[in-house]
């Protein structure tokens, strides 16, 4: 079943030159398509289905700074500011809103994992406040119990993952850029080892820049450029409630459950973490690069089926590019919800919120959250080919940051200064030793 997602009209056709070409128009293509337009530049924006259908429209749509790895803080931070000007500019209502973050837990190790956290960030300058028992047990009120501690984080807020997208791309294309739905991009074209054209299945656009925005397809796409990107995918699978819950916070995270109100008023519940691997060519192939990861989250993910495989985007074949390929097989995914998983979660939100037990369930969905061995996304236009700009591999992040992977993607297309550093997101740091340490902060 799909998330509920907003419809948006787009062109039919395209230039046959453009400056730049942004592959995939989920949250972060829709972004770069949005920042890189606004500077001026002719952009083509294609999206294989709907913009915003895959996991851009799947996740909990929260906007943090809040437990933020360091290497994606700053950028978290300049990621809130952005979705403020890019509301105003647009002239939209993206969902967005500051209105705070609560974390709640009776759990010592993590609430000293959350103080160890804080003590850096507030460094940073980020506003993020322990709560005693007694506090957090006062602002958890709907649930009924009493908290040993947690975490308040006023500055971070919500925005709406079933509008964003495509009112981000609207305003690309009120800033002059093309918008084409319903058309994939098969591949790359180049003369001197530098970006020439992009070759779509309706033809071919002549354009010296091309940014790859294309999520959990990145990998299999740059694959047929024979550049190696460490990519794997893991299914989350969440629900959301009717309208109708009073008292509850707007957001809200717990070990058993987290939940998000959503735009409608209703609300999305997820299980932080939990997910299944549903196994693939490229995940088999590669699967040495991912060991510290899933070594680490094994308790919270489970085995999976072969709806990825067959889904064919982590697949290992070359195709040709005057051949029908699998972005056009499978024009968006949408595979099945585990139903042990979704069962749970509502189990889990009526017993800890009991506003929600007599509030429908609206629907349910999964997502494909493509991740990198080390859980930081690549941003990156030093990648092997001259003119070629990847954006991918966000992690579960993406949609938060958004804005600003999309703000830097422009950054690094046009060569102006860089809102943020961009060394911890180069993908030459998966050919060190290293690479596989995670930092929390």
């Known amino acids: 079943m799909p998330a509920p997602l907003m419809n948006l009209t787009t062109n039919d056709t395209y230039p046959e030159v453009a400056d730049c070409v942004v592959i995939g128009a989920g949250i972060v293509g829709a972004c770069a398509a949005y920042w890189l337009s606004r500077a001026g530049m002719k952009v083509v924006l294609l999206e294989k289905g709907r913009v915003g259908a895959e996991q851009s429209s799947r996740n909990w749509g929260w906007c943090r700074q809040q437990n933020r790895d360091a290497r994606e803080l700053p950028l978290s931070t300049r990621s809130l ?15 967005f809103r500051r209105c705070g973050l609560l974390y709640l837990s009776n759990d010592a190790a993590e609430i000293e994992g959350w103080a160890s956290w804080g003590r850096f960030a507030r460094g940073e300058g980020v506003d993020t406040r322990m709560l005693s028992a007694s506090e957090a047990t006062e602002r958890g009120a709907a649930t009924g119990q009493n908290w040993a501690g947690g975490v308040w984080s006023p500055s971070d807020g919500i925005a709406d993952p079933a509008s964003a997208a495509p009112q981000i791309a609207r305003g690309v294309m009120q800033h002059g850029g093309v918008v084409v739905q319903g058309c994939a991009a098969r591949g790359i074209e180049t003369e001197a080892g530098a970006v020439s054209a992009v070759v779509t299945e309706r033809g071919v656009i ?78 088999i192939r590669k699967a040495r690069h991912f060991l510290p990861m899933f070594t680490k989250r094994w308790r919270s993910l489970l085995p999976g089926g072969l709806q990825a495989w067959r889904a064919g985007f982590e697949t290992m074949a070359t195709w040709d590019l005057d051949r029908e390929t699998p972005m056009e097989r499978v024009r968006i ?109």
């Open 333 to 441: 995914l949408d595979p099945r919800p585990s139903v042990a998983t979704v069962n749970q979660t509502l189990a889990n939100a009526r017993k800890l919120l009991p506003a929600l037990a007599t509030v429908p369930v609206q629907a349910r969905w999964a997502g494909y959250i493509d991740s990198t061995p080390d859980g930081v996304p690549v941003i990156d236009n030093d990648i092997g080919i001259a003119g070629l700009t990847l954006a991918a591999g966000l992690s579960g992040h993406g949609f938060g940051i958004g804005p600003g992977v999309g703000h830097l993607v422009a950054d690094l297309v046009l060569a102006r200064a860089p809102i943020t550093d961009t060394a911890q997101y180069r993908l030459a740091r998966f050919a060190h030793s290293q690479w596989g340490s995670v930092s929390k902060f």
């Open 81 to 95: 500011a952005l979705w403020e000007d890019m509301a105003q500019d647009i002239g939209v209502d993206l969902g």
């Open 206 to 283: 002549r354009t010296p820049q091309v940014v790859m925005a294309g999520g959990a397809w990145a990998g299999s796409f740059l694959h047929q450029s024979g550049i190696f990107f460490p990519q794997a995918s893991v299914r989350s699978s969440i629900l959301s409630v009717a309208p109708g819950a009073e008292g509850l916070p707007p957001a809200l995270h717990t070990s058993a459950v987290s939940l998000t109100r959503r735009g409608d008023g209703g609300y999305t519940l997820a299980i932080s973490g939990k997910g299944n691997v549903d196994p693939t060519p490229r995940m």
